[in-house]
């Protein structure tokens, strides 16, 4: 069974580097019917898609934060990342990571997500 | 300010059925598959739907999706307490090169 799990600091300083880990588990990060992908939610709000990755590297990005975005991959640790630059308060959220099939553009496979706070 | 647009909240009584709304665009619901998911307080999203009206394995027939134009619909019979949750549409905007959420409804079984 597919499991994804979202590591890193729950806690950021404003206009600091916001900096997470997924790790997949029980199956290959390597596949190519699959984008891995990171959404968030700030409490009490609906979803926000943040962006994808295939694991030859090619990325997507949500328009509204591509400038402040990286998204990596390491096939040989089977990890994504996340990372978000020049962070402030309303980037607070319950960051998730997940699987994308690449043909329907859906997320099947989720991680638990990770409250991140940005305060100093 | 959502590009998929989900009405707020719906209720209805156990045994009911209800339909919960997501209208989008050409550019997104129009020529792209439509997903739709299902989050309980303090858990992540589950997949409900996929490609506008397939069900992944273990979802009853409860559920069910369809899409016309720009526009796509969550369908749930038989409503239980256990259903109250919110859920979300999703799909591709092929003008914005990103995928896209819609607001999410807040689904009451009263």
């Known amino acids: 069974q597919l499991q994804l799990q979202e590591s890193g600091p729950g806690l950021v300083q404003p206009s600091e580097t916001l900096s997470l880990t997924c790790t997949v588990s029980?199956?290959?990060?390597?596949?190519?019917?699959?984008?891995w992908g990171w959404i968030r939610q700030p409490p009490g709000k609906g979803l926000e898609w943040i962006g994808i990755i295939y694991y030859r590297g090619s990325t997507s990005y949500n328009p509204s934060l591509k400038s402040r975005v990286t998204i990596s991959i390491d096939t040989s640790k089977n990890d994504f990342y996340l990372h978000l630059s020049s962070v402030t308060a309303a980037d607070t959220a319950l960051y998730y990571c997940a699987r994308r099939h690449y043909g329907s553009a859906t997320f099947d496979y989720w991680g638990p997500g990770t409250l991140v706070t940005v305060s100093s | 300010q959502s590009v998929l647009t989900q009405p707020p909240s719906v209720s209805t009584a156990p045994g009911q059925k209800v339909t919960i709304s997501c209208s989008g665009s050409s550019s997104n619901i129009g020529n792209n598959y439509v997903s739709w998911y299902q989050q309980f307080p303090g858990t992540a999203p589950k997949l409900l739907i996929y490609e506008n009206n397939k069900r992944p394995s273990g979802i009853p027939d409860r559920f069910s999706g369809s899409k016309s134009g720009t526009s796509a619909t969550l369908g749930i019979t038989g409503l239980q307490t256990g259903d109250e949750a919110d859920y979300y549409c999703?799909?591709?905007?092929?003008?914005?090169?990103?995928?896209?959420f819609g607001g999410g409804t807040k689904l009451t079984v009263l």
């Open positions: 029980g199956g290959s990060i390597s596949t190519t019917n699959h984008h």
């Open positions: 999703g799909t591709w905007d092929t003008n914005l090169g990103a995928g896209v």
